[in-house]
């Protein structure tokens, strides 16, 4: 079965950065585009950036637009977001978002995704 596993959150204080992974198995990773959601406490879980099945385009939030950057490595069946200039608002958990499709078509909508990671916090202090 399809297997998604981030890694890379933590504390941080503003304006610093992460870079968060996300490592799949179980399906020919390089044929689906692939995304990352968040959840703030309190809140629901949002869109914040997908890629690809080639990685050629990529797709952000108005919110991290210029700051967050997705990127994958499909020898290596990762995914990445970095996370640069980071702000408070920024805290919550991160999933990792598995696509059947290879493009980007409704990319911002949870139900595109039928795999998701466990999730990995990341916490911006002021």
């Known amino acids: 079965q399809v297997q998604l596993v981030e890694s890379g959150g933590g504390l941080v204080q503003a304006g610093g950065s992460l870079r968060l992974s996300c490592a799949a198995s179980?399906?020919?990773?390089?044929?689906?585009?692939m995304g990352w959601f968040r959840q703030a406490p309190g809140k629901e879980r949002e869109f914040v950036a997908a890629?690809?099945?080639?990685?050629?385009?990529?797709y952000y939030a108005d919110s991290v637009k210029g700051r967050f950057a997705i990127s994958r490595d499909n020898a290596k069946n990762t995914v990445y977001l970095q996370m640069n200039s980071l702000r408070p608002d920024d805290t919550a958990v991160y999933y990792c978002?598995?696509?059947?499709?290879?493009?980007?078509?409704?990319?911002?909508?949870?139900?595109?995704?039928?795999?998701w990671g466990q999730g990995t916090q990341v916490t911006v202090s002021s």
């Open positions: 978002a598995g696509s059947d499709r290879r493009s980007l078509v409704r990319a911002t909508q949870q139900y595109e995704y039928p795999y």
């Open positions: 179980g399906r020919t990773f390089s044929n689906y585009a």
């Open positions: 890629i690809s099945y080639s990685g050629v385009d990529t």
